[in-house]
């Protein structure tokens, strides 16, 4: 069973990381780099408190995942977990380059709706974290919202892209299914990113 986890999960980041990086490569100069607040916003808050976390190591216990907390009140917990990386450099590394290949194509395709789309997937995320009790914390569940509704934005542009990119953008959501039943908190993000750009909808290419 575990092989079916790895498989599901090689189905949703390499092609998000694909399509990006070639929408960058071929229609780059169509995205105003100096005119995208929410990421900008989103990963500037990141760094910040990832750095502090560093430096106060006590900020990790004040805002992670911490089911009894949340049940005793502190209802921040269910975005503050987005914005610390408690599993130390390599975390914030991937999470970082996450951030900065996602958003700024996702700014791009949804304007300033993707802070509901954002925040929508990792509040998501970290319900189901905290139901299937998984502590810690990252930007991972957000950043998989984001990719989901990059998947959404190629299906509704469909024929504006090569077509092998349906395939590409239809597979990562039977993953996410998949991934699910391992109670994996990235998956349920990914779906509610999906369901919040369905509604949000992005500009026509």
Same mark, same amino acid.
């Given at each position: 069973?575990?092989?079916?986890?790895?498989?599901?999960?090689?189905?949703? @980041?390499?092609?998000? %990381?694909?399509?990006?990086?070639?929408? !960058?490569?071929?229609?780059?100069?169509? +995205?105003? *780099?100096? =005119?995208?607040?929410?990421?900008?916003?989103?990963?500037?808050?990141?760094?910040?408190?990832?750095?502090?976390?560093?430096?106060?190591?006590?900020?990790?216990?004040?805002?992670?995942?911490?089911?009894?907390?949340?049940?005793?009140?502190?209802?921040?917990?269910?975005?503050?977990?987005?914005?610390?990386?408690?599993?130390?450099?390599?975390?914030?590394?991937?999470?970082?380059?996450? @951030?900065?290949?996602? %958003?700024?194509?996702?700014?791009?395709? !949804?304007?300033?709706?993707?802070?509901? +789309?954002? *925040?929508? =997937?990792?509040?998501?995320?970290?319900?189901?974290?905290?139901?299937?009790?998984?502590?810690?914390?990252?930007?991972?569940?957000?950043?998989?919202?984001?990719?989901?509704?990059?998947?959404?934005?190629?299906?509704?542009?469909?024929?504006?892209?090569?077509?092998?990119?349906?395939?590409?953008?239809?597979?990562?959501?039977?993953?996410?299914?998949?991934?699910?039943?391992?109670?994996?908190?990235?998956?349920?993000?990914?779906?509610?990113?999906?369901?919040?750009?369905?509604?949000?909808?992005?500009?026509?290419?």
């Amino acid at each position: 069973m575990i092989i079916l986890f790895y498989i599901a999960n090689a189905l949703l @980041l390499p092609p998000a %990381m694909f399509f990006s990086v070639n929408y !960058y490569r071929y229609r780059g100069k169509e +995205i105003n *780099f100096s =005119a995208l607040p929410v990421s900008k916003t989103i990963i500037g808050m990141t760094v910040l408190v990832t750095t502090l976390q560093f430096i106060y190591p006590e900020i990790i216990p004040a805002l992670d995942r911490n089911k009894e907390a949340l049940f005793a009140g502190e209802v921040w917990r269910l975005i503050t977990p987005l914005f610390i990386q408690p599993m130390g450099v390599w975390q914030c590394v991937f999470n970082g380059v996450f @951030l900065l290949v996602f %958003m700024p194509v996702a700014e791009h395709f !949804y304007g300033r709706k993707l802070i509901l +789309i954002y *925040f929508i =997937a990792g509040i998501t995320g970290q319900i189901a974290n905290f139901y299937w009790n998984k502590g810690g914390g990252g930007s991972s569940t957000a950043i998989y919202g984001v990719i989901g509704a990059l998947f959404v934005y190629i299906l509704l542009n469909r024929n504006n892209f090569p077509r092998p990119y349906t395939f590409l953008a239809l597979a990562p959501f039977i993953s996410a299914v998949i991934l699910c039943f391992f109670q994996d908190g990235h998956a349920p993000g990914l779906l509610a990113g999906a369901v919040t750009a369905l509604i949000c909808k992005g500009k026509n290419l």
